[in-house]
């Protein structure tokens, strides 16, 4: 089991930054892919940015060049860094992690943590 929390969500004007963070209970070098999705109010989650234990990051097209992911294997803590938000960006995001073992999947979710861009 794999508890995930993530932090630094909040009220921010569209341009404006935002640093999320994932504090995960296992050493993130045994998790397979952690990653950021988020959900706005009447639509489905979606994948924002994921980052694997070799470091490899993929993107969504609507964040790319804006949201950078990253991870400190020594924190067990996945980041993601978030500059010049738009309105578009608002949701509650979602720290994932998904470790396989043998022919297992197991995936695990955070709380969520709101981010509102807004004037």
């Known amino acids: 089991q794999v508890q995930l929390v993530e932090s630094g969500g909040g009220l921010v004007q569209p341009g404006g930054s935002l640093r999320l963070s994932c504090a995960a209970s296992?050493?993130?070098?045994?998790?397979?892919?952690m990653g950021w999705y988020r959900q706005a109010p009447g639509k489905q989650r979606e994948l924002v940015a994921t980052?694997?234990?070799?470091?490899?990051?993929n993107d969504a097209d609507s964040v790319k060049g804006r949201f950078t992911i990253s991870r400190d294997n020594a924190k067990n803590t996945v980041h993601l860094q978030m500059n010049s938000l738009k309105p578009e960006d608002t949701a509650v995001y979602y720290c994932?992690?998904?470790?396989?073992?043998?022919?297992?999947?197991?995936?695990?979710w955070g709380q969520g943590t709101q981010v509102t861009v807004s004037s």
């Open positions: 980052i694997d234990t070799g470091g490899a990051t």
């Open positions: 296992e050493t993130i070098g045994n998790i397979n892919l």
């Open positions: 994932n992690a998904i470790v396989r073992i043998g022919v297992r999947t197991y995936r695990y």
